[in-house]
């Protein structure tokens, strides 16, 4: 019995075709199957780097047959290519499912690594990367995407979101009332293209920016998670956690302490930002 073929999870460039990796390359002429999303798109890419493979399309439109026909192929022997339209494959779009049955069915599974959108955007946000919360598209449907948003909107760490220009001042206006107009957001768009765009701002301030220019392009949105102190606004202001902050500031003071460098020696002791002992100071008088 002939030995299964590999499946082979390929990340082509998300829009600078210099981002290509020689190891894609390879990969892409050695197989014997390329699944693309978008066969018309990936032929551009294909013709580019002079690669010949036969090509079959997998989309979110004929997956459940197509799944279980690669898996098939790939049982027989013949290796498989997985490519989207830009990016990592099986993230917001339907390769998570060959991925996942290829691999219930025994099949080696194999990462061609390459661009990501989504990370891209998040290291050149400005924003904290080392926890984020990736969501995709919001869900279509009215119930399903108020959920989201409440979900969204408890996240503590960065949050990524994808968005097409003619949906973004829609998504906006909801995640301004969900997460406040105040929230930090970094805006990328057009990622690693000639006109690559980066708008770092508020959601109220993106609004405003977005009354005067027409969105373009696809967007990436970065936005800053729920921090200690809006947690601590809502849930911990009468809690030890407020109180422990106040004293170890109070107590670096009284050790001759300048404010600033107690408020941020205090943002140490705690792991959090300075701004947000900061915040709770502003609660604080706020009460008294």
Known sequence: MKEPGTLYVCGTPIGNLGDMTYRCVQTLKSADIIAAEDTRNTLRLLNHFDIHTRMCAY????????????????LA???????CDAGMPGISDPGEELVKEAIAAGIAVRVVPGPSASVSA?????LPTGRFAFEG??????????EALKRISEESGTIILYEAPHHLKKTLEELSGAL???RRIAL??????????????????ALSYYDDHDP????????????FTENAQNDLKTSSNAVDILEKVEYYEKAGMERKEAMRQTARDFNVSRRDVYGIFLDKGRRN
């Open 122 to 126: 998040l290291v050149t946000s400005g």
């Open 59 to 74: 989309h979110d439109h004929n997956k459940d047959e197509k799944t279980g026909q690669l898996v098939g192929e790939l």
């Open 216 to 227: 373009r392009g696809e967007y990436v949105l970065v936005i800053e998670g729920r921090s």
């Open 180 to 182: 406040g107009k105040d």
């Open 137 to 146: 598209f919001l869900p279509k449907k009215k119930k399903t995407r108020k």
């Open 77 to 83: 022997g013949k290796d498989v290519a997985l490519v």
């Open 188 to 205: 990328m768009r057009e990622l690693t293209k000639l006109h690559e765009e980066g708008i770092r701002t508020t959601i109220g301030g």
